[in-house]
């Protein structure tokens, strides 16, 4: 069983910048790995993946503001760029890890080994 350890998040204030990291350890050499996240009282939303060739998918809600990339050297460690942070952009964060070639909606929930959540505070 793979583990997916997540790192970074914290509080910042709004217009503000932060970096998630995510490692897989053990398992496969190369994963589709994703984003997601959740606010209190709101589903699990699915806001960035990236794919096995470095192909990139995003929500609208985050699109131009965050950017998703991998590590060149390490396929199984990806980051999260966070540029123009806002309020609403608070919740806990989690990345997510599939071994398989190819996932059919990469921002669904549909990922079979998950990290545990960090939190992202973004005040006014």
């Known amino acids: 069983q793979p583990d997916v350890v997540v790192s970074g998040g914290g509080s910042v204030q709004s217009g503000g910048s932060l970096r998630l990291s995510c490692e897989v350890f053990?398992?496969?050499?190369?994963?589709?790995m994703g984003w997601f996240r959740q606010a209190p009282g709101k589903e699990r939303e699915g806001i960035a993946s990236i794919d096995m060739d470095g192909s990139t998918t995003y929500a609208d809600s985050v699109k131009g503001r965050f950017a998703i990339s991998q590590d060149n050297a390490k396929k199984t460690m990806m980051f999260l760029q966070m540029n123009s942070l806002k309020p609403e952009d608070t919740a806990t964060y989690f990345c997510?890890?599939?071994?398989?070639?190819?996932?059919?909606?990469?921002?669904?929930?549909?990922?079979?080994?998950w990290s545990q959540g960090t939190q992202v505070t973004v005040s006014s």
């Open positions: 053990g398992g496969w050499s190369r994963y589709w």
């Open positions: 997510a890890a599939d071994p398989r070639r190819w996932l059919p909606q990469p921002l669904s929930a549909d990922y079979n080994y």
